[in-house]
């Protein structure tokens, strides 16, 4: 069973940046597509990015265009979710999550997750 | 863009049948997947591919969808099924995950 560990949280002040990690272990592993999703207090679920199993290949939501981006070190078994020009409207637990089909032909569902990293954003 | 509408919230009373419904979805070609959060954890994937039960999730949960709504069911629902459920789906057109707003399920 893979397991997932986020970390990388903490307070940052507005315009600042933030690298979270997600680090990957189980047996059997084998690197897989890994989503990110964030949520709010209190709000909803929001899809941030994903990263495919080859590493080149990702896609971000409209709101992550511009400030965030997604990458993954195979050697660390790895993936990052590199945060800048950060708002308080980040402000979010942050989640990442293996994809269903293994992240060799795009997304689809998540299906094992962390248990997230908590940023905060304020001055 | 995709706009998936769930319903705020949904009451049952124990061993009563719940029925979550995702609208705007593109039923003839989208998948949907869904997800139960319960308060302080991580959402756990509890139906793929609008009907395919994963590993451990009971028979009580099932999944349909039909027009342009995808629904999760849930049968003789138990104290412990009360939590946040969403849909989801990829949008292949532009390339987006998108997440249904999320529904409440209180246990009477």
């Known amino acids: 069973q893979v397991h997932l560990v986020e970390s990388g949280g903490g307070v940052v002040r507005p315009g600042g940046s933030l690298r979270l990690s997600c680090a990957a272990s189980?047996?059997?592993?084998?690197?897989?597509?890994i989503h990110w999703v964030r949520q709010a207090p209190g709000q909803g679920l929001e899809w941030l990015a994903f990263?495919?199993?080859?590493?080149?290949?990702?896609f971000l939501s409209e709101s992550a265009k511009g400030r965030f981006s997604i990458s993954r070190d195979f050697s660390r078994d790895t993936v990052y979710l590199q945060m800048t020009s950060v708002r308080p409207e980040d402000t979010a637990t942050y989640y990442c999550?293996?994809?269903?089909?293994?992240?060799?032909?795009?997304?689809?569902?998540?299906?094992?997750w962390g248990q997230g990293s908590v940023v905060t954003v304020s001055s | 863009s995709y706009v998936l509408t769930q319903p705020p919230s949904v009451s049952v009373g124990p061993g009563q049948t719940a029925r979550i419904p995702c609208g705007g979805v593109?039923?003839?070609?989208?998948?949907v997947f869904w997800y139960q959060q319960k308060p302080g954890q991580a959402p756990a994937l509890v139906m793929s591919?609008?009907?395919d039960r994963p590993s451990g999730i009971p028979e009580r949960f099932s999944g349909s969808s039909s027009g342009s709504t995808a629904t999760l069911t849930i049968s003789g629902v138990e104290a412990g099924d009360e939590a946040d459920y969403y849909c989801?789906?990829?949008?292949?057109?532009?390339?987006?995950?998108?997440f249904g707003g999320g529904t409440q399920l209180t246990v009477l």
């Open positions: 999550a293996t994809d269903l089909e293994g992240g060799t032909s795009g997304p689809s569902g998540a299906d094992v």
């Open positions: 189980g047996l059997n592993f084998r690197p897989s597509g």
């Open positions: 990263i495919m199993s080859n590493g080149r290949d990702y």
């Open positions: 593109n039923t003839g070609g989208d998948s």
């Open positions: 591919y609008d009907s």
């Open positions: 989801q789906v990829w949008d292949s057109t532009t390339d987006q995950v998108v």
